[in-house]
């Protein structure tokens, strides 16, 4: 089993729905949790950055943490045709310590 | 702010040669920049971890006089392919850690860099 499960998709949405990311994890001492976003044949870009459980918000973009559950989710309001990307998740157990990637889910936002 | 480049973007060499790969922070010094390398549709896998002034420390599995890391300077690390093989083709990307001084250290990457070893 890996350590961080993500649905590679794809998922396929209509331009301006919600797009749900999640993923889940086994090792409890994850503390860091990020979002990315890749462009094919990009490197990935950072999206969002939290600590530890709750929700943080920026932009259409909204990330939740459930560290009892430890399952992890990546909201983007109002998607758009750009939007249409791998989405990775990624968390570390310290600050600045490497990062335990999921397999990475194919987002298509269809206009 | 927080810009990592990457040197070259796209590399095509013969196989038994040696590729140098560049990472450079743009906007920012990084103590720590790491290497992975990325399969078409899979994951990032990490390679190692560079830190500024000394030694790499490798994952698992990973050869480190295959791959050669060299971080010479707080906004540059190398990654030398040494006698490159076809399996060796691959998307490598780098990354550079920035110390934003709040919740924790953010991971910046580059663009990648394509290899691909005839």
Redesign the interface.
């Known amino acids: 089993q890996k350590e961080v499960e993500q649905d590679p998709g794809p998922l396929s949405v209509p331009e301006g729905a919600i797009v749900s990311l999640n993923c889940t994890y086994s090792n409890s001492a994850f503390q860091?949790f990020?979002w990315?976003r890749q462009y094919s044949?990009?490197?990935?870009?950072?999206l969002m950055?939290?600590?530890s459980s709750g929700n943080k918000e920026d932009g259409r973009f909204t990330a939740q943490v459930d560290k009892s559950s430890k399952y992890i989710s990546l909201f983007i309001r109002d998607s758009q045709p750009s939007d249409s990307a791998t989405y990775?998740c990624a968390m570390s157990v310290a600050?600045?310590n490497?990062?335990t990637?999921?397999?990475?889910t194919r987002v298509l936002v269809k206009p | 702010g927080a810009v990592v480049s990457q040197h070259p973007s796209r590399v095509i060499c013969k196989s038994g040669t040696s590729v140098k790969i560049e990472c450079r922070s743009l906007d920012f010094q990084a103590t720590t920049m790491f290497w992975y390398r990325q399969f078409p549709k899979q994951s990032l896998m990490l390679m190692a971890t560079s830190n500024e002034g000394s030694k790499a420390t490798y994952e698992q599995g990973v050869e480190k006089d295959k791959f050669l890391i060299n971080h010479a300077s707080l906004t540059l690390s190398t990654l030398t392919v040494t006698s490159a093989h076809p399996e060796d083709s691959s998307f490598y990307i780098c990354s550079a850690r920035l110390t934003s001084g709040g919740a924790g250290d953010e991971q910046y990457f580059g663009p990648g860099t394509r290899l691909t070893v005839t």
């Not at chain 1, 044949?41 to 950072?46: A, F, H, T």
């Not at chain 1, 990637?101 to 990475?104: A, C, E, L, N, T």
Request: charged share 20%.
């Open positions: 860091y990020m990315y044949r990009k490197g990935p870009e950072l950055y939290t600590y990775l600050a600045g490497k990062l990637f999921g397999g990475g």
